[in-house]
């Protein structure tokens, strides 16, 4: 069965500070990984996927499949980063999407 | 293009009673998901649907659930005498296929049961 844990459910830093969300997940597969995030009052939405390689606002994520992670980076963290932030993993048949539990993510000024 | 229509956006129930919850997926999509999302917890599979298909209800519980999308209107989950513990909210997506990994989201629907 497959899996995503992020195992924090909060995460504060303040503006301008390296901030980390983690990421793991157990799938016996080739897996394909995504970053979403929900701003305050508005829709979840695709932040980015592994696979484009791609930097999103300032965001970046590395498989890593040794350890089986897929931990999402920014270096400088900026106010309007505060949002809810899921890891989600989709199954090689392609049918639907497994998500983490999510992390919060403050940024203080 | 107005995105994923969820309606309606809170319900309340009291316990036994039916819960119907409607999605419009975006136009030109033909691939429907519905979430649940307990209180303090993640979002979680229940269903994947083309039109007239259920795909993989994997996630749905066996009795009380289900789900469909006709070949005209908005898909719809719908619970049957309703518990305490379907108290969540509910969240549908949309795909234009199968497989791209890009789920458009809905605002959700939130079901309170008294």
């Known amino acids: 069965a497959q899996r995503v844990t992020q195992p924090e459910k909060l995460l504060s830093v303040f503006k301008g500070a390296p901030v980390e969300l983690k990421c793991n997940y157990s799938y016996s597969g080739s897996p394909e990984l995504f970053w979403y995030v929900q701003y305050s009052r508005q829709r979840l939405q695709l932040l980015l996927r592994h696979i484009s390689r791609e930097s999103i606002k300032g965001f970046t994520a590395d498989l890593n499949k040794g350890e089986t992670s897929f931990h999402l980076k920014k270096p400088f963290a900026q106010e309007e980063d505060s949002a809810m932030y899921y890891c989600?993993?989709?199954?090689?048949?392609?049918?639907?999407?497994?998500f983490g539990g999510g992390t919060r993510l403050m940024v203080k000024p | 293009n107005a995105g994923v229509m969820q309606n309606p956006r809170h319900l309340v129930r009291r316990r036994g009673q039916e819960a119907r919850l409607r999605c419009s997926p975006m136009?030109?999509?033909?691939?429907v998901y519905w979430y649940r999302q307990l209180p303090e917890e993640g979002l979680k599979f229940m269903v994947y649907l083309q039109k007239e298909n259920i795909i993989d209800e994997s996630g749905m519980p066996k009795e009380r659930f289900s789900a469909e999308f006709p070949k005209e209107g908005p898909s719809i989950l719908r619970i049957q005498q309703v518990v305490r513990g379907d108290s969540a909210a509910y969240f549908c997506?949309?795909?234009?296929?199968?497989?791209?990994?890009?789920?458009?989201f809905g605002e959700g629907s939130r079901l309170t049961v008294l």
């Open positions: 989600a993993l989709e199954s090689n048949a392609g049918n639907m999407l497994t």
């Open positions: 997506a949309s795909s234009p296929g199968q497989g791209t990994g890009e789920l458009f």
């Open positions: 136009k030109g999509h033909s691939h």
